[in-house]
């Protein structure tokens, strides 16, 4: 499997969706200039989605319609490229292209959630065209679309666990058996710490994914001794919408492997 992506001396940082709730960015979720203001900070990680406008064009936005954050309503799928360049969040930002950020980002890696059905194969044929194996982290809600991404791709882009994968993880005893029922496919698991009573993030299960070559990632984590408890368990990785805050505790405890 693809294992460039991965490639990092310590703790991945990930800002999610460019840092949705850092206080200079609230309601500026997956904009250029949340995207923008993580990368000043020292990310080199950035977390987004993508949906495809009805004529086949990728875009970095979370929900299926423009209504949440947006002046304009309608759904992505069954709206123009154009049209949704006309609307605005936060009343001054357009929605960016999946095309732009990578324009803009040179030295950053993506870890993009397919949002639709659609947008798989637009992905797919979005990191050939622009040789973007090693740059990015690919996942999904949805086991199907994942799989069909897989398929398209051919293995050479790394993955996520889609839910019944980290379900593997979750209530297999070994790592033999997890690696056996997930076929070996996802390269990282990115996860809640918990799910109701439940402690998805366990020692257990981070023991099992690391003896299987996993990387975990956790979601979304914006309390600083929260974002300590998971380091110190173990985790790889930190996805948060307070890009302020993580790289404090990373850098309080050493670990801050952004751009300075």
Not at 11 to 16: D, G, I, P, R, Y
Not at 59 to 74: I, K
Not at 161 to 178: D, Q, R, W
Not at 196 to 205: K, P, Q
């Amino acid at each position: 499997m693809t294992r460039g992506y991965l490639d990092h001396p310590g703790v991945l940082a990930f800002a999610h969706r460019g840092g949705a709730f850092h206080p200079e960015l609230e309601g500026l979720e997956n904009t250029m200039a949340a995207f923008r203001h993580a990368v000043e900070l020292g990310y080199t990680y950035l977390e987004t989605d993508v949906h495809v406008t009805s004529d086949g064009v990728l875009l970095a936005f979370h929900d299926d319609v423009l209504d949440r954050v947006t002046d304009r309503t309608g759904s992505i799928a069954d709206t123009s490229y154009a049209d949704v360049q006309a609307a605005l969040i936060g009343g001054r930002e357009r929605v960016p292209t999946l095309a732009e950020l990578f324009e803009a980002f040179p030295g950053v890696r993506f870890n993009i959630d397919i949002k639709s059905a659609g947008a798989v194969p637009a992905l797919a044929d979005f990191i050939s065209q622009h040789d973007a194996w090693d740059r990015v982290l690919v996942g999904s809600f949805s086991g199907r679309r994942l799989t069909t991404f897989r398929r398209l791709t051919e293995g050479r882009v790394a993955t996520s666990a889609h839910p019944l994968e980290v379900a593997a993880y979750v209530l297999s005893p070994v790592s033999g058996l997890a690696r056996l029922l997930t076929r070996g496919r996802p390269d990282a698991l990115q996860i809640p710490h918990r799910q109701g009573r439940l402690t998805v993030a366990s020692r257990g299960l981070i023991r099992r994914a690391h003896a299987n070559g996993l990387q975990v990632h956790v979601w979304t984590i914006d309390e600083p001794a929260e974002m300590s408890q998971l380091l110190d368990r173990g985790v790889d990785g930190l996805i948060t919408d307070r890009t302020d805050i993580l790289s404090d505790v990373l850098r309080s405890r050493g670990q801050w492997e952004g751009k300075s």
